[in-house]
């Protein structure tokens, strides 16, 4: 069976094809801008030619994108979007319409020089045609990771995030309970949904498998030989780090932060006061994060290994060993599972199919 594993993120798309029948290492690769960056870019582009633009797609990663569109209506030029494209930028339309942006129906009414822009997480057409370039054929099953806040009208987004991530660790917090697949996404995961739905022209539902993109991290990192549980792991991405504690291939405690708003030293102290149960989820959620949550702590002396992971991995690469507690922090090891740490998120989607156990 082939199998092509997409992560997406904020600043990449790693995108690693796997034949079970060959080696691991084999399995042909690619690092390349992310949606957003991309769609970003082709907005920036229509606001320097000056022209309005329409978006058009579905449900897709903000960010980048989200900034390009703010700066084009600055400088004085018309967005109009479909409903579900604008919901990229927020889940509340009202929201959006205040934004000066037009939402319309179709593109019926929109005016003959504007640019079209498509949003989508999954551009299967442009993986393809790059495989054709190769003599490689799309595969029979594909696994993606996009990041997911769940549309929650009622609570904050960070809130609202964390209590799904409380409740798959209470479930068990196994690798399957992180996982679905095209007819198991629940309806709150719009960004989810809407990859299922790109995914849909092409592949059934029992042929994809979707996940959020800090869990996969995770459990790609554990795929590192030096992953030796109860470990920690770190996943420390371009927007978000996440932090787990995993125990018997679970999750049992956990920290989500904005990278942006994190150093080695701040990060290190969460770690440790995670392990040792201090840690409260206002901690996290009031210096503006995601939170945290810990079912269970094994405790600093029974951790046997620190899994560090994510381009920006160098916050921790950073710090001097004489800055770390030595009787936990020299357990610490950056995951390069099957000798990339790229490329752990994709590892992570690969999980089931993968002979070494996680």
Not at 130 to 141: I, N, R, S
Not at 279 to 301: A, C, V, W
Request: glycine fraction near 10%.
């Amino acid at each position: 069976m082939k199998i092509l594993a997409i992560d997406v993120g904020t600043g990449t798309q790693d995108i690693l094809l796997y034949d079970t029948e060959t080696e691991i290492e084999n399995s042909f690769v690619m690092v390349m801008p992310s949606p957003t960056v991309i769609v970003g870019n082709r907005i920036k582009s229509a606001t320097r030619k000056g022209s309005d633009i329409f978006l058009k797609g579905d449900v897709m990663g903000g960010g980048p994108c989200v900034r390009a569109i703010k700066v084009h209506i600055k400088n004085g030029y018309k967005v109009y979007a479909t409903e579900s494209a604008a919901l990229t930028i927020k889940d509340d339309l009202k929201k959006v319409m205040s934004m000066g942006i037009n939402i319309v129906n179709g593109s019926c009414n929109i005016p003959e020089n504007a640019e079209h822009i498509t949003l989508q997480d999954i551009d299967l057409d442009a993986i393809e045609t790059a495989l054709e370039g190769f003599g490689v054929d799309m595969p029979d099953m594909v696994a993606v990771a996009v990041q997911d806040h769940g549309n929650s009208p009622d609570i904050s987004n960070r809130i609202y995030r964390f209590r799904i991530f409380e409740s798959l660790i209470d479930q068990g917090g196994d690798f399957m309970h992180f996982a679905y697949d095209g007819n198991s996404v629940p309806e709150e995961f719009t960004r989810m949904a809407s990859v299922s739905r790109t995914l849909g022209m092409r592949y059934d539902s029992g042929d994809m498998r979707i996940m959020d993109t800090g869990p996969a991290a995770i459990f790609g990192a554990l795929q590192d030989p030096n992953a030796i549980q109860p470990a920690i792991v770190v996943n420390i991405g371009n927007g978000h780090t996440l932090a787990a504690i995993v125990k018997d291939n679970r999750v049992v405690a956990l920290l989500e932060h904005h990278t942006s708003a994190l150093d080695g030293v701040k990060l290190q102290r969460y770690i440790s006061d995670l392990v040792t149960g201090k840690l409260e989820f206002n901690d996290i959620f009031d210096s503006g994060g995601h939170g945290s949550y810990i079912k269970e702590t094994p405790g600093s002396d029974a951790i046997e290994s620190i899994m560090i992971t994510g381009p920006k991995r160098s916050m921790m690469q950073s710090m001097m060993q004489k800055d770390r507690d030595e009787k936990l922090w020299k357990k610490l090891h950056f995951a390069a599972p099957f000798g990339s740490m790229m490329l752990s998120g994709c590892y992570g989607l690969l999980t089931p199919h993968i002979e070494k156990d996680v």
